[in-house]
């Protein structure tokens, strides 16, 4: 877990020198809920990519940041490029 001044990231991993921040939310189903896990990115500002996972089919993805439902994502219809 990653600490920022405006909350906590999820996940940040490090795979060789990238790095990638992770958010994840079950569903994002207020615009409070939204704001709180995209936001939580805003004081990172380096180009790392930046993602949200969560139950939704809808896709909320914006500002750079990718939102991916997380089900495509556990089956591998989905990728984040850790490599």
Do not use: W
Request: hydrophobic fraction near 40%.
């Amino acid at each position: 877990m990653g600490k920022t001044c405006k909350g906590e990231i999820a996940f940040v991993v490090i795979s060789g020198k990238k790095k990638y921040f992770i958010q994840v939310a079950y569903y994002l189903s207020s615009n409070q809920t939204i704001e709180r896990k995209f936001g939580a990115f805003k004081p990172i500002s380096d180009a790392s990519p930046k993602y949200v996972l969560s139950m939704d089919r809808l896709d909320f993805s914006r500002n750079g940041i990718s939102h991916i439902n997380i089900v495509d994502f556990l089956i591998g219809k989905k990728d984040i490029n850790l490599t």
